[in-house]
């Protein structure tokens, strides 16, 4: 079993920067992929970015210049540099960690409001 502890969020105005992080724990697992997805009211959750193995990134067409993955594999933790934020990045925004135990598997954060105020 994983668990995820999501950090991070709130509110900030429009062209401001948030940090979010996502630190997974657990025992005997290999990470395959850490990332996020985002959830706005109305809308289906939809890939924010993710890194694969560690080098690997990809992003949503619509934060890229703005938002930025990382991973630390020594801390098994996934952060995602927001700036110049708009409304519309306005959702809650969840981490998504694949790992391998005895199987793949994929888990998900509780979840983190970030609210962009214009």
């Known amino acids: 079993q994983v668990q995820l502890v999501e950090s991070g969020g709130g509110l900030v105005q429009a062209g401001g920067s948030l940090r979010l992080s996502c630190a997974a724990s657990?025992?005997?697992?290999?990470?395959?992929?850490m990332g996020w997805y985002r959830q706005a009211p109305g809308k289906q959750r939809e890939l924010v970015a993710t890194?694969?193995?560690?080098?690997?990134?990809i992003y949503a067409d619509s934060v890229k210049g703005r938002f930025t993955i990382s991973r630390d594999n020594a801390k098994n933790t996934v952060y995602l540099q927001m700036n110049s934020l708009k409304p519309e990045d306005t959702a809650v925004y969840y981490c998504?960690?694949?790992?391998?135990?005895?199987?793949?598997?994929?888990?998900w954060g509780q979840g983190t409001q970030v609210t962009v105020s214009s």
């Open positions: 998504n960690v694949v790992v391998t135990t005895n199987q793949i598997k994929g888990y």
């Open positions: 657990g025992s005997d697992f290999i990470i395959n992929t």
């Open positions: 890194v694969i193995s560690g080098a690997t990134t």
